[in-house]
């Protein structure tokens, strides 16, 4: 007689849960978040309830903890609080990109790294120009590019672009961020305190040592970080930045770089099933696992409550033309719609002619030119910047978030219509061999894996059953009971 192990009892959730997972992380919806977060913050700002709407955003939080007094307004804490999530997710994305992705490579990494300082040189510059002196602080407004929004038009856009175009997007933007990260934290820092900075750094070093030491609980770090941002929230440097502090600590290589199967057996214990688990975990690196849990969470509710916080300007016909046509809204208009394409084009265009890149495979430069035109999708990082430059003029920084809007509206209208329009991949130099990756092929990259195959994800093995843990498909199995490594609480 033999004996089955019993089947797990499927209830309703499950019928939902992963269709509901996999929407979560389709790319083009955080885009569609963000702007449904600011779209309902302009009805809320200019309907009926726009008084007790900004009542709420004002009211004032306390927190006290021991020592720890904290008394912020609700934006201030979306603003200093919850974007050092989004801050830290930058933070991983960038850490990945220097250690295994584009940025790792000089060859790949010169392309959008020049562009990408071509991108944000010539937007202050124009910036600069044309705002008048009192407002010419807000310089690093037009120099960001918002990636989700960004993204999500181009992948709106679907097979009419080239595959390797929304590399080249990413690895832009994500140095693009680099820099906003940089100017926010030398130029938008107003006063220092030398104490708490240093004790900032100590608690920095603390956790590079807990990393060297091996110490990989992550309620260790939950609370060093915390620990870190309130150092630093009190220093004067801006708080955010503690999450980009955070995000380049991560490890962005896997503790167990061998492809691992797994299998476990029905008579399995608990402990040999933990340890099957944290060693398959483990086959991804932390950095990798962190955005895969965080950026649903960041990009569904943390950005769209920011956009909710922050783009609640109350306008007229009247009053969008004047916000549009004073120095500091006409500055950042052209800094985004019309210095963001130049500088990127001209800084790629020089680049290749010098010999120092080339263009990824099946781009044009028509292509180029609608992704200088997304990128002047400035949105998230504007509006932030918006908020530190011009602190306390209400005027000055409700025209220039008329002015990121209605940019961020132009440049992706703009950056779409030039990439639809542009040459198909193959007339811009693919090939007429090369297999569409829409249909299962790998497209212009030789190293890419069919679509459908490659490994498992972390998400995806902790979305099965406990029968069948799966990695990928190779032949090293993963070790239980004894052998395994002793799992992280």
């Known amino acids: 007689m033999s004996h089955h192990p019993p089947q797990p009892v499927e209830v309703p959730i499950d019928r939902v849960r992963q269709p509901l ?16 977060g600011a779209v309902i913050a302009l009805v809320l700002a200019n309907g009926p309830f726009a008084e007790s709407v900004d009542h709420f ?4 939080l306390e927190v006290v903890l021991g020592p720890v007094h904290l008394d912020e307004t609700l934006v201030h804490w979306v603003n200093d609080g919850l974007m050092t999530l989004f801050f830290f997710v930058a933070g991983l994305e960038i850490k990945r990109e220097l250690v295994v992705g584009d940025l790792n490579d000089p060859k790949k990494a010169a392309l959008p790294a020049v562009a990408a300082l071509g991108g944000m040189v010539v937007p202050a510059l124009l910036y600069v120009a044309l705002a008048g002196a009192e ?37 832009l933007a994500i140095v693009d961020d680099l820099g906003a990260i940089l100017v926010i934290a030398v130029f938008y820092t107003t006063s220092l305190n030398t104490t708490a900075l240093a004790a900032a750094g100590a608690i920095l070093a603390a956790m590079v040592l807990l ?53 476990a057996q029905p008579d399995s214990t608990i402990d040999e099933l933990k340890a099957i688990v944290f ?51 006409l500055a950042v208009t052209l800094g985004l719609v019309v210095g963001k394409p130049i500088g990127i084009t001209l800084a790629a265009l020089i680049a290749v002619k010098a ?15 609608g992704v200088g035109f997304l990128a002047g999708i400035g949105f998230t990082v504007s509006l932030f910047i918006t908020e530190l430059a011009f602190a306390g003029a209400d005027d000055v920084i409700d025209n220039s978030k008329i002015a990121v809007l209605v940019a961020s509206i132009l440049a992706s209208i703009g950056g779409a219509m030039l990439l639809i329009s542009a040459p198909t991949p193959e007339v811009a130099g693919a090939g007429a061999d090369a297999e569409p990756a829409a249909a299962g092929g790998r497209g212009d990259d030789p190293d890419a894996a069919p679509v459908g195959a490659g490994p498992m994800t972390y998400g995806e093995l902790e979305a099965t059953t406990p029968e069948a843990f799966l990695a990928d498909g190779s032949i090293d199995h993963a070790t239980t009971g004894s052998e395994a490594t002793e799992p992280t609480p």
């Open 21 to 36: 997972m996999r929407l979560i992380h389709l790319e083009n919806l955080s885009g569609l978040a963000l702007i449904a």
């Open 135 to 171: 407002t010419r602080n807000g310089w690093g407004i037009p120099m960001a590019t918002d990636i989700a929004f960004a993204v999500g038009v181009l992948t709106l856009l679907g097979n009419r672009v080239p595959s390797r175009l929304k590399v080249f997007l990413l690895t």
């Open 279 to 329: 060693d398959t975990r483990e086959t991804t690196s932390v950095v990798d696992r962190l955005i895969h849990g965080l950026h649903p969470f960041v990009a569904l509710l943390i950005v769209p409550t920011f956009a909710l916080a922050n783009t609640g300007v109350s306008f007229t016909l009247s009053s969008l033309v004047d916000g549009l046509t004073s120095a500091t809204g």
């Open 57 to 60: 955003w004002h009211y004032h």
């Open 355 to 369: 010999g120092l890149a080339v263009l990824p495979n099946g781009v044009g430069w028509r292509h180029m030119v």
């Open 211 to 263: 990393r060297v030491l091996g110490v990989w609980w992550m309620p260790v770090y939950v609370l060093a970080g915390s620990a870190l941002w309130f150092a630093v929230f009190e220093s004067g440097v801006h708080a955010t930045l503690a999450g980009v502090a955070c995000g380049l600590l991560a490890p962005a290589k896997p503790r167990r770089p061998t492809a691992t199967s797994v299998d």
